[in-house]
């Protein structure tokens, strides 16, 4: 069974960056795809961007294209989110997940991290 560790979370000024790293144990990593998701107050959980078992394939949601990137070490276990221009709405405790492809549903992960909080100011 995977397990997942995320960090690199924080407080930001709008305009800022931030990049989120989320390393897992017990499993064989690079059998996995990678997923983001990121949940805000009152907010259902959402996608935000999702990379391949190889990294060859990524997708993001609309929102945060052309700022965040998604990337992945399967040497280190571990996939990261360079986030860049930050904005408020921006704001969410961001998960990573593993599963089978890069969906962009939350129900094709099978394992989560337990979050880490993300708070950008304006």
């Known amino acids: 069974q995977v397990q997942l560790v995320e960090s690199g979370g924080g407080l930001v000024q709008a305009g800022g960056s931030l990049r989120l790293s989320c390393v897992a144990s017990?499993?064989?990593?690079?059998?996995?795809?990678m997923g983001w998701f990121r949940q805000a107050p009152g907010k259902e959980r959402e996608f935000v961007t999702a990379?391949?078992?190889?990294?060859?394939?990524?997708n993001y949601i609309d929102s945060v294209k052309g700022r965040f990137t998604v990337s992945r070490d399967n040497a280190k276990n571990t996939v990261y989110l360079q986030m860049s221009s930050l904005k408020p709405e921006d704001t969410a405790v961001y998960y990573c997940?593993?599963?089978?492809?890069?969906?962009?549903?939350?129900?094709?992960?099978?394992?989560w991290g337990q979050g880490t909080q993300v708070t950008v100011s304006s």
């Open positions: 997940a593993a599963g089978a492809g890069p969906s962009t549903r939350t129900s094709a992960y099978n394992y």
């Open positions: 017990r499993g064989t990593f690079s059998r996995y795809a």
């Open positions: 990379i391949s078992q190889r990294g060859a394939t990524t």
